[in-house]
């Protein structure tokens, strides 16, 4: 009842404040350091017992988080464990940004340690749903964490990481949309492009194309940024625009409007 969501809230706000507050202690003790005296020994020492323990209190609450395995909405935005999960690593990133100067080397160090965790978090709820979802789902989480990143200073390591995994992505998600653009203007394999095959697929394209939205496979349409998806859609029309000029010159005459009418119609 009451009490138990009260229980829930408070435990939360512990380990949060655990976290941070230990990563706090972390960043700010080593740059009061220097390599002169037994003190700068102890003091780093406890530094790295700081850092030891930060990141293993604070895998054991992503890990806490991912025990809940609750599935995406229908919109496959990032779940209600995965928003707490990149809320807790805001706060993190903002200690890291407000504490004492901290090497770059050590902050790269840190970045792995915080989002690695929710990557391996969102990869496991991914896989609890059908191979397209999983795939956008990934893409949205990877997409959110690189916007949060991109806000705080010395990230660069770490935002090229995530964009080659959301490129690796929107490249197979592509190749996705571009068979279900096949398949919906119903379009001949190549040993197969006889005259009248041909004029059927021209006839599709013109009864088709007076709104794209018709060729756009829905789950793709579920990318959060509106940058993925005219990746996607540039990238799947212009596999199509090859495919179609191929088809144009061979036999000619048969398909009346050119590659770059059509390529106006996908725009």
């Known amino acids: 009842g009451i009490n ?16 941070v507050s230990t990563q706090s202690t972390g960043s700010t003790i080593e740059p009061l350091t220097s390599d002169k005296c037994e003190l700068v020994v102890l003091l780093k020492d406890l530094n790295k017992r700081c850092m030891e323990q930060f990141h293993t209190q604070y895998k054991t609450h992503i890990s806490k988080l991912t025990e809940r395995q609750d599935l995406p909405l229908e919109d496959l935005v990032p779940t209600e464990a995965t928003q707490e999960a990149v809320y807790l690593l805001r706060e993190v990133l903002n200690t890291i940004s407000s504490s004492v100067a901290t090497e770059t080397q050590n902050k790269s160090q840190i970045f792995d340690g915080v989002v690695d965790p929710i990557v391996g978090m969102c990869s496991i709820i991914a896989t609890q749903l059908e191979p397209a979802k999983e795939m956008i ?131």
């Open 4 to 19: 138990a969501e009260y229980g829930k809230q408070w435990y939360q706000r512990r380990v949060r404040e655990a976290v």
């Open 137 to 267: 789902y990934r893409v949205n989480v990877l997409t959110t964490l690189h916007d949060l990143l991109s806000t705080y200073p010395d990230t660069d390591g770490k935002l090229e990481s995530l964009q080659t995994k959301m490129t690796q992505e929107l490249e197979t998600i592509t190749n996705l949309q571009y068979d279900h653009i096949l398949k919906k203007i119903s379009v001949p394999a190549p040993g197969d492009c006889t005259p009248e095959r041909l004029r059927q697929v021209q006839a599709r394209l013109s009864d088709g194309l007076c709104g794209t939205e018709m060729l756009w496979l829905p789950v793709c349409t579920r990318l959060t940024s509106l940058k993925h998806r005219n990746t996607v859609w540039q990238g799947a029309t212009g596999q199509f625009i090859h495919l179609y000029t191929s088809l144009w010159q061979q036999p000619r005459g048969v398909l009346t409007k050119t590659p770059e009418q059509i390529r106006q119609l996908l725009i």
